[in-house]
């Protein structure tokens, strides 16, 4: 009975909102899938959804607060995530030039996804005790030391991408832990000389290419083509698009990646401006619960954990409709609980879990 009364008191808007976001991209895999005849990543993306489910059940009713008091386990979480990481260089195939995946029989594991996760807790535990002493420095630079070991490892995958979510993690939830105006300015101008640092001596040709195709789009048949496909899906949309599986550019495979990097061109394609507005309004509600779950939250932890799913997902949203739309360069960002991707929809249904729980448990 006691089980069955904390059922009930789910967020079920939590819940419902997330599942449709699935089915939207589910319908778009599906139609993708119906266009090279090759269903597996369909039904893997059903298996991902389920194993995410009750994973997210499961750490609804399963204490969040050993996160904020155990601190050897915290230490061992993050150590895990390292040790993942590292491992990529010697045991992860090389993909396109990238090794970023673990190779699990039919299936592939990305540490980054669960590094996310990981990262939130970490944050959220030092910034809650150490909320009222955000005027020193130091805690400036040992918050940033645990962002930059996974920044790094990432970064030589090489995904850029995913180093600039982790990025804007740490600074968003420095800015909410109350970061004196001096330091972020600081810390503003240190990113600029990174950024140049970077541009000099770190940047693969391959994505100064990307950038610089943003910039200047002049090759139409190289570096701008994926570009410039995804802004033909989304404007050959309209009002309610062409119907799932009948989307030109989707089907016949003149948009690359439809099922994770350009997945919100593919359904704009095929779902029009009713089904961007419907997945605008499913992403809104899906936010406005966590954001209140940060507001309603009397712990600290609970507060900036929440606080830091929110601008994860914020993050990620933006860049991957920017880069459909053509308003930011291509750096390879899923779309949260939409794109196909099994170890991003099992880490984001874990972290609804865990806000689950703080909701009951404040």
Not at 139 to 161: A, D, E, K, M, R
Not at 202 to 226: C, E, H, I, T
Not at 300 to 305: A, K, M, P, Q
Not at 321 to 347: D, E, Q, R
Request: glycine share 10%; hydrophobic share 55%; aromatic share 16%.
């Amino acid at each position: 009975m006691k089980f069955l009364s904390s059922f009930k008191k789910l967020d079920w808007i939590l819940i419902i909102s997330p599942f449709f976001l699935f089915g939207l991209g589910l319908l778009s895999i599906y139609s993708s899938s119906l266009g090279r005849g090759d269903f597996l990543n369909f039904k893997k993306q059903i298996i991902f959804f389920v194993i995410g489910v009750l994973l997210m059940f499961f750490l609804s009713f399963f204490d969040w607060r050993i996160f904020r008091e155990n601190t050897y386990l915290m230490l061992v979480l993050y150590c895990f995530c390292l040790i993942t990481l590292i491992g990529l260089f010697f045991f992860a195939p090389e993909i396109r030039g990238v090794r970023g995946w673990y190779k699990l029989g039919p299936v592939s594991f990305d540490p980054v996804e669960l590094t996310k996760i990981i990262l939130m807790l970490v944050l959220a535990k030092y910034f809650s005790t150490r909320h009222i002493e955000m005027y020193q420095i130091r805690h400036i630079l040992i918050s940033g030391f645990y962002v930059l070991i996974p920044s790094v490892l990432i970064f030589l995958q090489p995904n850029l991408g995913s180093t600039l979510i982790l990025i804007a993690l740490w600074v968003g939830i420095l800015i909410i832990s109350g970061i004196k105006l001096r330091h972020f300015l600081i810390l503003i101008l240190c990113g600029l000389l990174v950024l140049i640092f970077s541009w000099g001596f770190l940047l693969k040709d391959y994505q100064k290419a990307r950038v610089m195709s943003f910039l200047s789009p002049s090759d139409p048949l190289g570096m701008s083509w994926n570009q410039n496909q995804a802004k033909i899906a989304i404007g050959s949309g309209g009002i309610f698009g062409q119907g799932i599986g009948n989307g030109s550019q989707t089907r016949y495979g003149f948009l690359p990646e439809p099922q994770t990097d350009f997945i919100f061109a593919a359904l704009a394609e095929e779902t029009g401006l009713a089904g961007i507005g419907f997945l605008f309004l499913l992403f809104s509600v899906l936010l406005w619960r966590i954001i209140k779950i940060a507001l309603l939250s009397q712990s600290n932890f609970g507060r900036l954990f929440a606080t830091g799913f929110s601008i994860l997902l914020i993050s990620q949203i933006f860049i991957h409709i920017g880069m459909n739309l053509g308003i930011l360069p291509i750096i390879g960002i899923s779309l949260p609980l939409v794109s196909y991707g099994g170890s991003g929809l099992i880490a984001t249904f874990a972290a609804l879990g865990i806000l689950q729980n703080m909701r009951n448990q404040p």
